[in-house]
């Protein structure tokens, strides 16, 4: 990864007194900015009251992890394999932009790598400079994030270093995490379920200014107590996993597991199947784990998921060939899951999209649902309608997580009923190679990134509780990535 330091050229001159969205006036730059993070890091590590960060000038600039405009079509014509977010990640210093009145700005003290910013990385489906210039055209804080870099990363916990004049709930040196759910509140098409509104957007993947990164600039109402028994990069991993996979399978906006239910969760040791897991087990559920190593099925074994089918050892060919698939190892997958509970499932976890949709459709239940959010292996998907229509199953589309769900799943992490499931922890500069790890499938659980925090275990703030959640619960992922 690369760690140019320029400033992208276009950034300059777009000051606050201009008249155009841009930087934030008369904040100091180059060492002079150093200095101030380096003062800001200090007074987080210190404990310090938040009039105490609020007297810390902000600098004028930051480095963030950025991909470029001017590269979008570096990997055009390559398979999706091939293609190397090492190579298209950046880290790079970037103006702030200016505050608009209902935002925050972030100290990152750590943020997590999600799927999502690998498809940034690899251009794939699309470029996200496009999400960024559609959001550039809707309005004069909107034309902020058009600009020729992107700064990736849609989770974080940090510390609020400044407030927009219309914020009410937050205030300088609240610690917290951050959602990704970017929605226009002054959008009524936002306020029954705010993943309904027109303008709902993923922050740091449809904006720009996300969380890996020194800083980054988020609403208001992205914003979430950090779980205080929680290091820094236990805390940063959470948001946008495990939202997700609380609103597919606990919120009544999709599966609304209930107790007793059987649940078959396709990567149920990656980022999203972690928590599905442990939702399945909190709830009263069985759920029937698929991965794809002995290792990973040990790690799941040792959370308490008793049923794990390890689908490389299986070998299970649901494609024939490219066109036509096979309903024996359709039919082959559900007598494994029998063989295990006795009977079939009554929701599927689905993310991997094409290449398992078919056979998730027929070894649902009769009545069952299958819910969606994903389709890492293609999104052109097929599967025998004979078997929905007939068998009276359903299909859900879920996507993150409103602020309520966000904020009900970021409890039970507060809480302790839900564990954090991170499994490696990168520096910032590595942000490229720990987006290679996820986009190559070789990690588990969550990978965690140090941002602001100069290295592991700090932001723990109740030892107590910590203790009393156990050590061996919160670290299980970690313990077992190490
Ligand atoms: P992840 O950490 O990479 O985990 C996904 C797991 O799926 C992998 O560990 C792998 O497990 C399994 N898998 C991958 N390809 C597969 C295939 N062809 N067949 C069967 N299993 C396969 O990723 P994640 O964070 O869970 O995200 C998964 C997908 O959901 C991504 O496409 C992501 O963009 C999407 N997502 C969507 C939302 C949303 O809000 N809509 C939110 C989060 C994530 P094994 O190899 O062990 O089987």
Redesign the pocket.
């Known amino acids: 990864m690369s760690r140019a330091r320029t400033v992208p050229a276009g950034n300059h001159g777009h000051r606050m007194d201009s008249g155009h969205p841009g930087r934030m006036a008369s904040a100091p730059s180059g060492p002079v900015a150093c200095r101030l993070m380096q003062q800001i890091i200090d007074a987080i590590l210190q404990g310090a009251p938040g009039e105490e960060l609020a007297a810390i000038a902000l600098p004028e600039s930051y480095k963030a992890t950025v991909v470029l405009a001017s590269e979008q079509t570096m990997f055009d014509g390559m398979e999706s394999e091939d293609k190397d977010p090492r190579q298209a990640l950046h880290l790079q210093e970037i103006a702030m932009p200016e505050l608009a009145p209902d935002e925050a700005v972030i100290a990152v003290m750590a943020s997590s790598i ?3 910013t ?2 940034s990385s690899i251009f794939e489906p699309v470029s996200t400079f496009g999400f960024l210039k559609r959001l550039g055209k809707e309005s004069y804080w909107g034309a902020r994030h058009d600009q020729p870099f992107h700064a990736v990363g849609s989770d974080a916990s940090g510390v609020v270093l400044r407030v927009g004049s219309a914020v009410r709930k937050w205030k300088v040196g609240d610690k917290v995490v951050v959602h990704c759910n970017h929605v226009d509140d002054q959008d009524p098409s936002s306020h029954n379920d705010s993943m309904l509104g027109d303008n709902q957007r ?1 922050w740091g993947f449809e904006t720009n200014y996300g969380g890996l990164a020194e800083l980054s600039v988020v609403k208001a109402n992205q914003l979430m107590p950090k779980p205080a028994h929680l290091s820094w990069e236990e805390a940063s991993v959470n948001a ?2 495990n939202s ?1 996979s609380y ?1 597919m399978l606990v919120s009544r906006n999709a599966a609304q597991m209930k107790q007793g239910d059987a649940v078959l969760v ?9 928590y599905a897991v442990q939702y399945i087990l909190n709830g009263g559920g069985t759920p029937v784990g ?4 002995p290792e ?1 099925v040990g790690l799941l074994n040792d959370l308490g998921v008793e049923h794990v089918i390890d ?2 050892a299986s070998n299970y060919k649901f494609w024939a060939d490219e066109h036509t698939q096979d309903e024996t190892e359709w039919r082959r997958l559900g007598k494994d899951i029998r063989s295990m509970i006795g009977r079939d499932v009554d929701i599927v976890f689905e ?6 949709f078919g056979a998730s459709v027929f070894v649902a239940a009769r009545g069952g649902t299958i819910v969606t ?5 293609g999104f052109m998907i097929e599967y025998d309608n004979r078997h929905l229509w007939m068998k009276l199953k359903n299909i859900i589309s ?4 409103n602020y309520a769900e966000a904020w009900a799943a970021n409890q039970l992490i507060c809480e302790g009923k839900i564990q954090p499931i991170l499994s490696a922890v990168y520096p910032l500069e590595q942000t490229g190679e720990a987006a290679y790890q ?1 986009h190559k ?1 070789l ?4 990978i965690g990134v140090l941002c602001l925090a100069p290295s592991e275990g700090l932001g723990i703030d109740d030892p107590e509780f910590r203790a009393k959640v156990g050590e061996d619960r919160i670290t299980a992922f970690r313990r077992h990535g190490a």
Do not use: M, Y
């Not at 396709?266 to 972690?274: D, K, N």
């Not at 698929?290 to 190593?293: D, T």
């Not at 993310?351 to 398992?356: A, L, V």
């Not at 990690?443 to 969550?446: F, L």
């Open positions: 999600n799927f999502n690998v498809w993923i946008l996993c997700t609103r396709w990567g149920a040791s990656g980022g999203l199947g972690g698929v991965v794809s190593s990973k689908r490389r993310h991997p999209g094409r290449q398992t959010c994903a389709a890492t292996s879920s996507h993150f997580a996820v499938n990690h588990e659980g969550k």
